[in-house]
C-alpha cells in the first residue's frame, strides 16, 4: 500500500512528489524477450497506478506532483505543482529518445522539490533503466559511464533535499550482473 496509513480526514497529509523519469532510448525497448511492452510503458503504468493509490485515499492525503525528465537532458515537465489527472496526461504524451544524463535530471529534481508546500512530505522518486551516460549540457560518451559522469550525478543528488527519495530500476532483472534483491 502506497499510501501507508498517515493523515486523516480532518487534517489531510500534505505530500508533493516529483517523480523523475528516464526517457533516454533504452526505454523503449523491452526489459526481456517475453515482455509485451517497453520500459517507457512500463513506467508510465506505475506511474499511473501510483496516482490512483493516492486518489483512492484523497480523504486523508492532499498530493501534488511534478515531473522530470531526462535523456541526453533534461526537463521540468510541469512548471507548476499538478494534480493527479493532469500528471496522467502529461506522463501519456512521453517519448523515449537519447542518452541517459542522471545529472541534468537529478539538477531539475532539486529546483522542482524547492518550490513544495510548507508542512508537506517532499517525495522524490527516480525511475531509469540504466547507467548514467551524459553529464551537465550533454556532456559524455553517450555509450558508457564515465567517472566524471558518474561524479557529477552524484554532486546533483546531493542537492536535493527531501524527506524521501526512492531510486526505481525498470527492467533491471533481464540486465547482465544486475543483483536483484527482494524481500
Same mark, same amino acid.
Given at each position: 500500500n502506497a499510501s501507508g496509513?498517515? +493523515?486523516?480526514?480532518? @487534517? $489531510?497529509?500534505?505530500?508533493?512528489?516529483?517523480l523523475v523519469v528516464d526517457t533516454s532510448g533504452s526505454m523503449d525497448e523491452k526489459s526481456s524477450?517475453?515482455?509485451?511492452?517497453? /520500459? %517507457?510503458? #512500463?513506467? $508510465?503504468?506505475a506511474i499511473n497506478a %501510483?496516482?490512483?493509490?493516492?486518489?483512492?485515499?484523497d480523504k486523508k492525503v492532499d498530493v501534488q506532483y511534478k515531473l522530470v525528465t531526462f535523456s541526453?537532458?533534461? /526537463?521540468?515537465?510541469? #512548471?507548476?505543482?499538478?494534480?493527479?489527472? @493532469? %500528471?496522467?496526461?502529461?506522463v501519456k504524451d512521453l517519448d523515449a529518445d537519447g542518452g541517459t544524463n542522471y545529472d541534468k535530471g537529478l539538477v531539475n529534481a532539486a529546483t522542482a522539490i524547492n518550490?513544495?508546500?510548507? +508542512?508537506?512530505? /517532499?517525495?522524490?522518486? !527516480?525511475?531509469?533503466?540504466? /547507467?548514467?551516460?551524459?553529464? +551537465?549540457?550533454?556532456k559524455g560518451y553517450g555509450n558508457y559511464t564515465s567517472k566524471n559522469t558518474l561524479d557529477a550525478a552524484i554532486t546533483s543528488a546531493g542537492t536535493i533535499s527531501c524527506s #524521501? !527519495?526512492?531510486?526505481? +530500476?525498470?527492467? %533491471?532483472?533481464g540486465e547482465k550482473g544486475v543483483t536483484v534483491y527482494t524481500h
Open positions: 496509513s498517515i +493523515g486523516s480526514q480532518t @487534517n $489531510k497529509a500534505k505530500l508533493d512528489i516529483v524477450a517475453q515482455a509485451k511492452q517497453s /520500459k %517507457l510503458k #512500463d513506467t $508510465k503504468d %501510483l496516482v490512483d493509490v493516492f486518489a483512492n485515499d541526453s537532458s533534461s /526537463k521540468i515537465k510541469t #512548471d507548476k505543482w499538478v494534480s493527479g489527472a @493532469n %500528471l496522467k496526461k502529461t518550490s513544495s508546500r510548507k +508542512g508537506a512530505r /517532499k517525495i522524490v522518486i !527516480f525511475l531509469t533503466d540504466g /547507467k548514467p551516460t551524459y553529464y +551537465g549540457d550533454e #524521501d !527519495f526512492y531510486a526505481v +530500476g525498470i527492467g %533491471l532483472p
